[in-house]
């Protein structure tokens, strides 16, 4: 399957890319050595199995599109696929995936207990071991915590790497609201993004999603983002 092919499938699908998620964007933290590595993935000079684990907001889906980008930036093929819409195919959608240079699949804890879709995991890993194609995953828990029905496809899941993401503190999460302003061209002091960190959800795609809407709330209204300002938008959310 060529680039092409695999963008056609991914757009068929309905799986379209952000456009600003790149791992330029990321909040970094205290993931500098899993982002190192997974450029080194996708660019086929690292593990060819890559496991990520996290939370609600802790970046998982952001990582996996900033990846597929890179490899679409680097001329190579990239499928990214949701596995929390599961529904809306089937198993047969992991078929003929051996040829792409770079496979992301996001949530695989929503497909956890189906004995269907755990099978054709598995055999997908087998597949893919003897070739070229980089297989980054996501799930909410460490492989060994997994809700799985199949215990040979646990140990697939821990071939390779695995990363447990690193929540961001305090200090990384106001300046991921400065910057995320600054990139918007938008001025937010240190006071009010302690403000919101106080008084909003303190997950990262929470937070980024306040952003987004304090960015469009601002420009309606024409106002700065001061305290006053984003306690009005938070009521009317």
């Known amino acids: 399957m060529n680039s092409g092919k695999a963008m056609h499938r991914q757009l068929a ?32 000079n690292s ?5 990520l ?8 889906t952001h990582l996996l599109q900033a990846a597929c980008q890179h490899a679409s930036e680097i001329g190579q ?6 596995l929390r819409d599961a529904e809306a195919f089937g198993p ?17 804890d929503a497909i956890a207990g189906n ?21 980054i995953t996501t799930a909410g828990y460490s492989p060994l915590t997994l809700p ?5 496809l646990r140990s697939r899941l821990s071939w390779g790497l695995s990363y447990q993401i690193a929540v961001l503190n305090d200090t990384e999460k106001r300046t991921l609201l400065i910057n995320e302003c600054q990139r918007r061209g938008l001025t937010l002091s240190t006071e009010t993004a302690d403000y919101i960190l106080r008084h909003t959800s303190r997950d990262v795609g929470s937070l980024k999603e ?8 601002s420009l309606a209204a024409q106002r700065r983002l001061t305290i006053p300002f984003i306690k009005a938008v938070l009521q009317e959310r």
């Open 148 to 152: 799985l029905k199949l215990p040979d």
């Open 47 to 51: 593990e060819q199995f890559i496991y």
């Open 77 to 82: 093929s990239a499928l990214y696929l949701p």
């Open 115 to 135: 004995s269907t879709w755990e099978e054709a995991l598995f055999h997908l890993y087998n597949r893919l071991r003897d070739g070229r194609t980089r297989l």
């Open 92 to 108: 047969e959608i992991l078929q003929d995936l051996e040829n792409l240079d770079l496979l992301c699949i996001d949530d695989i």
């Open 210 to 217: 306040l952003i987004e809407q304090l960015d469009k709330a």
């Open 13 to 44: 699908l309905g799986f379209t890319l952000r456009d600003n998620t790149s791992f330029t964007t990321f909040a970094m933290g205290d993931n500098k050595q899993l982002v190192n590595d997974l450029k080194r993935s996708v660019a086929g």
């Open 53 to 60: 684990w996290g939370g609600t907001g802790a970046g998982k």
